[in-house]
């Protein structure tokens, strides 16, 4: 057998330099998990560590599109940022609920291109005539289900809703998205 300060010194072991395992006597009864192993030629060379890097100008990737220092915003104030400009084809369709005292409208729209996809409003005259009240939780149920029907009728079966500053979900609003909810559409 070879000496460790042989095997580091870069030699090549090999097969002739270990001892022959067809000479060895293994008694049947208790193989040992190392006769599994093929014998294997195993080679010891030195490597040579690439130099060091240095750092220069060209080598820094900048994270100019992911984040914009304020000098950068200061040049140019109208730009829009990452988020603004990809946000509209993640979540493209948008619900917009609105209540006054006398009505309920609620709409459906293509952030990207302004385009309206389902409407459904308490003032409409099938709705004026049928409902008793135009404001109470029945005709937020009513609004609801318009919705739903209509943008399925559209091929729209996921939505989003943007909450206004301080606004809760909660009341005729919950009502009104619950039961699109119900009816199949799922907010993203």
């Excluded at 606004?167 to 909810?181: A, F, S, Y």
Aim: aromatic share 6%; proline share 5%; with cysteine.
């Amino acid at each position: 057998m070879m000496s460790c300060s042989a095997l580091l010194s870069g030699s090549l072991v090999s097969s002739e330099s270990l001892p022959d395992r067809s000479t060895q006597q293994v008694k049947a009864a208790s193989l040992s998990w190392v006769s599994s192993f093929p014998l294997m030629n195993i080679s010891m060379r030195t490597t040579r560590v690439p130099p060091s890097p240095t750092l220069n100008q060209n080598s820094i990737v900048c994270a100019a599109y992911t984040r914009r220092s304020r000098g950068e915003a200061a040049k140019r104030p109208n730009r829009k940022s990452w988020k603004q400009k990809t946000d509209m084809y993640l979540r493209p369709f948008l619900l917009n609920v609105f209540f006054s005292k006398k009505f309920i409208h609620a709409k459906v729209m293509h952030r990207g291109t302004s385009k309206v996809i389902s409407v459904a409003t308490t003032n409409a005259k099938d709705l004026r005539t049928n409902l008793p009240s135009l404001t109470d939780h029945n005709a937020c149920r009513v609004i609801g289900r318009l919705i739903a029907e209509r943008s399925k009728e559209a091929d729209v079966y996921a939505m989003s809703y943007e909450p206004r500053k301080d606004e809760r979900i909660e009341g005729k609003l919950g009502i009104v998205l619950d039961t699109i909810k119900e009816n199949g559409i799922l907010f993203v």
